[in-house]
Nanobody, 115 residues
């Protein structure tokens, strides 16, 4: 299984970004897909994940601003990030597996938010 994340970049506070993570290999509609992030000097933390039935879970700090979704036909998971804040700046990693966190990780995509 390989996960390829994209969509990161530099934005100003209040703007939006959409991250994508395309999977290849043994990824099924039953696979749990999600996003973690890691800021400099901090531990990697959960952002959101989505189960096969579409149920989602978000960390409190991104609720109402971020939306995770998936396209099973494309084996892709998305993270729509609105109203970005400087504290959202981090490297974002996609994750996949039969449980969460799963054992497969993407390479990370950098999100930078200027104030």
């Amino acid at each position: 299984v390989q996960l390829q994340a994209s969509g990161g970049g530099l934005v100003q506070a209040g703007e939006s970004l959409r991250l994508s993570c395309a999977a290849s290999g043994s990824i099924y509609s039953s696979t749990i897909l999600g996003w973690y992030r890691q800021a400099p000097g901090k531990q990697r933390e959960l952002v959101a994940y989505i189960r096969s039935d579409g149920r989602t879970t978000y960390t409190d700090s991104v609720k109402a601003r971020f939306t995770i979704s998936r396209d099973n036909a494309k084996k892709t998971v998305y993270l729509q990030m609105n109203s970005l804040k400087p504290e959202d700046a981090a490297v974002y990693y996609c994750n996949a597996g039969s449980s969460f966190p799963g054992k497969y990780w993407g390479q990370g995509t950098q999100v930078t938010v200027s104030s």
